[in-house]
């Protein structure tokens, strides 16, 4: 299809979107179903030339777009507060290197920042790391840690597709690896202007500089803001949230067809609209080589007023009419608050700049196993720690959630803090035996923001995380009038292939400044896993 009529098609299909607006999906009344707008297949990543004028463009700030509610009224005191790590210290980290950041070099050049927050996630794959940040990505080596591929703008993998696609690169770009057909996925929003996309490329291989199939979703004139994707085994799965201009519209629940993107077929999504009391849900991701049981619905996340939850999204793609959503569930968790009640108070050092929490929303990702006799879901969020602003700090309350299916439990609940740094802007993962890792931020009046990471192991006491180690410490920190934009997310992944090696990525800064951060990639693993 040339680019020409992929446009032509998009615009008449993103005007009826328009109409539909957001009341057209609901779990009553079925799915809302549509076709990617185009859909090709990229032959080589590696004979593309990259798009090298992006990294250029005047740095800016992404927007914030707050979710208008959080945990409810009052002042909750946190009810599952751990604030001393075990005797024991996480795993020792193995080689830690710099990812995508200001400076940066690689075959294709030489990385500029030109926007803030960076939004750092990554994933591992059979042999190599995919990393990706808000504007570009690059591709590293996973045992020499080289770079082969990048650094690039995100949106050189849409190049000769058409479309938005192709001449944006917008950013919130999320990149997640297929363990059981081994294959990378990653999806970018298209949102420069009316009517807005996704753009979803999928690997044809485990190498992620070769073939690609690409495809693009529409989403009308509704804003398909913060996407955060999960692989399932029978679909690719991915939440919003939607905004009508600066107003909240409530979140946004996709599947992709993921048997045919696996081809490089014409696909279809089908969607779910929530209503505006829901907000930051999450797609489960699924972790390790055993597949959730025959017929899983993907299980979905979001929390409310100390309590997760929980819904249960089941797609049939040969009759969408036996598509449905499940939900939510509603699960009590220890009580808490919102950290910095979902906006920005984390300090820094030598600097007067606040920086965002995210206290608004859980973090990505939602990471599921199925184990022999369970099935695990583990997720984080930042929460307050004290009950006054005066000595209020924040911490990582994480959760390990059992048998979704049924009626979930939660199996243990801590919130990290074991002194009064701020830690926020957690991932949390889990390998083959149970053994769980917890990455995050931490920063404070008297320290430049760090990279920190805790753990522990299946048979330690339930609700306890050992004590921390550190990936990096920032040499510097954020200024800038109002540049309070950090994170958004961070990854940890598992790799598949030893299924034990945790792999955790996100930001810091080596130098006082703004729109100078850095990335960091590290990896470790439990000595008893092998």
């Keep these: 299809m040339s680019a020409c009529k992929w446009t032509g098609l998009s615009l008449a299909l993103g005007a009826a979107l328009s109409l539909l607006g957001t009341t057209s999906a609901s779990a009553a009344d079925g799915p809302q179903v549509t076709p990617a707008v185009h859909h090709d297949t990229l032959h080589s990543l590696r004979g593309t030339m990259p798009r090298p004028d992006d990294f250029q463009k005047n740095p800016h700030a992404h927007p914030l777009h707050p979710l208008p509610f959080i945990d409810g009224p009052g002042n909750q005191t946190d009810g599952a507060l751990q604030?001393?790590?075990?005797?024991?210290?996480?795993?020792?980290?193995?080689?830690?290197?710099?990812?995508?950041?200001?400076?940066?070099?690689?075959?294709?050049?030489?990385?500029?920042?030109?926007?803030?927050?960076?939004?750092?996630?990554?994933?591992?794959?059979?042999?190599?790391?995919?990393?990706?940040?808000?504007?570009?990505?690059?591709?590293?080596?996973?045992?020499?840690?080289?770079?082969?591929?990048?650094?690039?703008?995100?949106?050189?993998?849409?190049?000769?597709?058409?479309?938005?696609?192709?001449?944006?690169?917008?950013?919130?770009?999320?990149?997640?690896?297929?363990?059981?057909?081994?294959?990378?996925?990653?999806?970018?929003?298209?949102?420069?202007?009316?009517?807005?996309?996704?753009?979803?490329?999928?690997?044809?291989?485990?190498?992620?500089?070769?073939?690609?199939?690409?495809?693009?979703?529409?989403?009308?004139?509704?804003?398909?803001?913060?996407?955060?994707?999960?692989?399932?085994?029978?679909g690719y799965y991915e939440t919003f949230n939607m905004f009508n201009g600066n107003t909240f519209a409530g979140a946004k629940l996709c599947a992709y067809d993921r048997s045919a993107m696996l081809s490089g077929l014409a696909a279809t999504q089908q969607c779910f609209q929530l209503s505006t009391s829901y907000g930051g849900v999450l797609p489960a991701d699924l972790d390790g080589s055993t597949a959730p049981p025959a017929g899983s619905p993907n299980y979905m996340m979001n929390f409310g007023s100390s309590s997760l939850n929980l819904w249960k999204f089941h797609v049939d793609w040969s009759n969408s009419a036996n598509t449905t959503l499940a939900g939510p569930t509603n699960i009590p968790v220890a009580s808490f608050a919102a950290a910095c009640g979902g906006g920005a108070c984390v300090p820094q050092y030598g600097s007067s700049t606040k920086l965002d929490s995210l206290g608004d929303r859980l973090m990505f990702r939602l990471a599921y196993r199925n184990f022999t006799g369970h099935e695990s879901l583990v997720v984080s969020h930042s929460v307050r720690v004290g009950t006054k602003r005066s000595n209020a700090y924040t911490g990582v309350r994480w959760y390990e959630i059992r048998n979704p299916a049924g009626t979930p439990q939660v199996y243990q609940q801590a919130t990290f803090s074991p002194d009064t740094s701020y830690r926020w802007m957690g991932s949390v993962a889990m390998d083959k035996l149970g053994d769980m890792a917890l990455g995050y931020s931490v920063s404070s009046s008297a320290i430049h923001p760090a990279i920190r990471y805790t753990g522990r192991l299946a048979t330690d006491p339930l609700s306890t995380m050992q004590a921390e180690n550190s990936i990096i410490e920032g040499n510097g920190s954020q200024s800038g009038n109002n540049l309070s934009r950090w994170g958004d997310y961070s990854a940890m992944t598992i790799d598949p292939v030893d299924d034990c090696t945790f792999w955790y990525t996100t930001e810091y800064l080596q130098q006082t400044g703004s729109f100078n951060w850095n990335t960091r990639i590290a990896s470790f693993k439990f000595p008893g896993c092998q």
């Design 83 to 234: 604030q001393f790590g075990s005797s024991a210290f996480a795993p020792a980290l193995g080689a830690g290197f710099d990812g995508v950041g200001q400076g940066f070099s690689g075959p294709q050049g030489t990385f500029q920042v030109n926007s803030a927050p960076p939004d750092t996630n990554g994933a591992v794959g059979a042999t190599q790391y995919f990393q990706i940040v808000n504007s570009g990505f690059a591709v590293f080596d996973k045992t020499t840690k080289a770079v082969v591929y990048g650094p690039v703008a995100t949106n050189t993998l849409w190049s000769g597709f058409g479309g938005p696609c192709e001449t944006d690169n917008d950013g919130d770009a999320v990149v997640v690896y297929d363990k059981a057909a081994n294959r990378w996925v990653v999806s970018q929003f298209a949102v420069t202007a009316a009517p807005y996309y996704q753009c979803v490329a999928v690997s044809a291989t485990s190498d992620a500089t070769g073939a690609w199939h690409r495809y693009a979703f529409p989403y009308g004139s509704v804003f398909p803001d913060y996407p955060k994707m999960g692989v399932w085994p029978d």
